[in-house]
């Protein structure tokens, strides 16, 4: 059962804003390792933070099917730029 505090975060993080634990905020442009090693690029649209090492529900670019990507294996594309 979801309490109050989970929907609240859950509500703050929806809405783009940073949640504690969560490093990826919702909707962000990310860099993926795909589990067959492929690169791809993609928008975080949800995450299970209930493991030790949260999982990612990220949208891949080019028609590629949604994927689950623990966040070892994410990078933020706008981390790069300088």
């Not at 859950?10 to 490093?23: C, H």
């Not at 990612?56 to 966040?71: D, F, K, L, M, R």
Request: glycine content about 8%; charged content about 30%; some cysteine.
């Amino acid at each position: 059962m979801i309490d109050k505090e989970d929907k609240k975060l859950a509500a703050t993080w929806l809405s783009g804003e940073s949640v504690p634990g969560i490093r990826f905020k919702y909707n962000s442009l990310v860099k993926v390792r795909l589990d067959d090693g492929e690169k791809a690029q993609g928008w975080i649209v949800g995450v299970d933070p209930s493991r030790s090492e949260p999982i990612y529900t990220v949208e891949i670019q080019n028609g590629h099917p949604c994927a689950e990507i623990p966040e070892s294996a994410i990078e933020n594309v706008n981390e790069d730029r300088t």
